[in-house]
């Protein structure tokens, strides 16, 4: 079993950035893909970004990239996801998912309770 917990999100400007975190419990999170999805409100869960066991491979939703980017530490079981030049547009609600698979869509085993990102115009 492995436990995500995100944190980080809050109320920030339009340009601003935000640093959220996904801190797992569970021995075996090192072994586990992990990806950003959010969710804004009356819309789908969109992905947003992956990265897998290793760290070294990510891929990103093509409205994020260049200003996002995904890391990890397998050390603290910890993933980052930095996000730069804030847009209206990246107001949602902020998931960590952890699967074996690194995949655009929602198919994870595991989920966080999200985290608010609101970025003001």
């Known amino acids: 079993q492995v436990q995500l917990i995100e944190s980080g999100g809050g109320l920030v400007q339009a340009g601003g950035s935000l640093r959220l975190s996904c801190a797992a419990s569970?021995?075996?999170?090192?072994?586990?893909?992990v990806a950003w999805f959010r969710q804004a409100l009356g819309k789908e869960r969109e992905f947003v970004a992956a990265?897998?066991?290793?760290?070294?491979?990510?891929y990103y939703a093509d409205s994020v990239k260049g200003r996002f980017t995904i890391s990890r530490d397998n050390a603290k079981n910890t993933v980052a996801l930095q996000m730069n030049n804030l847009k209206a547009e990246d107001t949602a609600v902020y998931y960590c998912?952890?699967?074996?698979?690194?995949?655009?869509?929602?198919?994870?085993?595991?989920w966080g309770l999200g985290t608010q990102v609101t970025v003001s115009s």
């Open positions: 998912a952890a699967g074996t698979l690194m995949i655009t869509t929602p198919q994870y085993n595991y």
């Open positions: 990265i897998n066991w290793t760290g070294g491979r990510t």
């Open positions: 569970g021995r075996t999170f090192s072994s586990y893909a």
